[in-house]
């Protein structure tokens, strides 16, 4: 698995959502933040907006969840059609339990960290897991800035999937641009989630293309 980009529709113009969508083809997949205004400040779009999408593109898509109680909501989103759905630890129940449930309904399971929520304590989980995202600004709003003090973590994370033989991604997701996408490639992550630096570049997909050709420059794994 080579380097992935997943462009956040946090940042592209929601009222035309799926013409949006259809200006990044060359992405890997469509990242979908979905925020409940309870665990992060703010709301989004939920279920019925995602589904209206999923019918609306052949692009992936990638469901991060922000919000309460995941393990009641987040396997409507893979019987929706999400290729993965993410949830965050913080506010799972039984995060176990929940992978195994989202992968038993066809969907990649992928569990989230916020940038204070150290990575070693869930060492044992990762092999239940299809994903670890690591949040790289606090979660809740697009256009935030880097958090260089999350690298420690992605370098980690890495060591930890790779001394387990695990074939995991890792995702990071908050300020990935042209300017910081190399230190994250470089720290071990191979999936990148970019809202503002794809949504508001004049060509969107050339700058997928861009991200994809500077991470791959400077990724020590792949």
């Known amino acids: 698995m080579g380097i992935q980009i997943t462009p956040s529709v946090l940042n592209a113009d929601l009222s035309r959502l799926a013409d949006e969508v259809?200006?990044?083809?060359?992405?890997?997949?469509?990242?979908?933040?979905?925020?409940?205004?309870?665990?992060?400040?703010n709301l989004t779009l939920g279920l019925p907006v995602f589904e209206s999408l999923a019918r609306a593109t052949d692009l992936p898509l990638d469901a991060h969840l922000m919000i309460e109680d995941p393990d009641r909501w987040a396997p409507a989103y893979a019987e929706a059609g999400a290729g993965s759905v993410t949830f965050h630890?913080?506010?799972?129940?039984?995060?176990?339990?929940?992978?195994?449930?989202?992968?038993?309904?066809?969907?990649?399971?992928?569990?989230?960290?916020?940038?204070?929520?150290?990575?070693?304590?869930y060492a044992d989980v990762l092999g239940e897991l299809d994903m670890v995202l690591l949040m790289t600004v606090e979660p809740g709003f697009g256009g935030q800035?880097?958090?260089?003090?999350v690298l420690p973590k992605i370098r980690r994370t890495r060591e930890l999937i790779s001394a387990a033989g695990l074939e995991v991604w890792l995702q990071v997701d908050g300020?990935?641009?042209?300017?910081?996408?190399e230190r994250c490639a470089e720290a071990g992550a191979d999936v990148f989630v970019a809202g503002s630096a794809?949504?508001?570049?004049?060509?969107?997909?050339a700058m997928v293309q861009q991200l994809r050709k500077l991470a791959a420059g400077a990724t020590p794994h792949g």
């Open 198 to 205: 794809v949504f508001s570049a004049d060509d969107p997909d």
């Open 22 to 41: 259809a200006r990044i083809p060359s992405s890997d997949w469509v990242h979908i933040d979905v925020m409940d205004n309870h665990f992060v400040p």
């Open 89 to 121: 630890v913080e506010a799972a129940k039984a995060p176990v339990r929940l992978a195994r449930e989202l992968r038993a309904k066809g969907a990649r399971a992928s569990m989230a960290l916020k940038p204070a929520t150290g990575i070693d304590q």
């Open 145 to 149: 800035k880097f958090l260089d003090l």
């Open 175 to 181: 300020g990935v641009s042209p300017e910081t996408i």
